[in-house]
């Protein structure tokens, strides 16, 4: 997958996988990675789906409603990739926590659902539900953030309460942060998740 490395200044620090936004690509989170953990090694990855030439990480058929298949298909392509990262840059495969936004953070949120120690952990700004009916694996000690809105158009403060309770369901530490500012990533959400973060690790 498309994608850039950076080697952190701690080798114990947990390696950050980057995920973007809908037409976003592997450049844009890079300054969140310094406000959650500025000494970790980054790997920043490029969804692979184009939509109207915006890249995402999974299809969808219309907003909001994802194409499970792909989502499936898309998932166990990123699953499959951080463990290839893992040997081409020297890092722990055990040791990688996702930060998202929105579509990144909804294969974020996919890769937990899918796959037992997937993830050591996790920052979701405004994720949503990637799917339902699946009997989820064991996520005892995976700290997650979701940074959720009251307002926020495209994910429902309902939903962002059902992806809390399935995630914690699972036996994930789940800390949910409201803001009032739609579907942005605004800096005081960051901040909290900066807070939230090296409590968390
Ligand atoms: C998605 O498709 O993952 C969500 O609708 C978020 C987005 O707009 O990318």
Partial sequence: MKHLFQTGT?????????LHGTGGNEHDLLPLAQLLSPSSSVLSVRGSVLENGMPRFFRRLAEGIFDEEDLKFRTKELYDFIAEASETYGF???????AGYSNGANIAGSLLFHYANALRGAVLHHPMVPLRGLALPDMTNVPIFIGAGTNDPICSATESEELASLLQGAGASVTVHWEGNGHRLSSTEVQRAAEWFKAAF
Avoid: H, K, Q, T
């Fill in 10 to 18: 701690d080798p114990n620090a947990p390696v950050l996988l980057l």
């Fill in 92 to 98: 722990s495969r055990d040791n990688v926590v996702a």
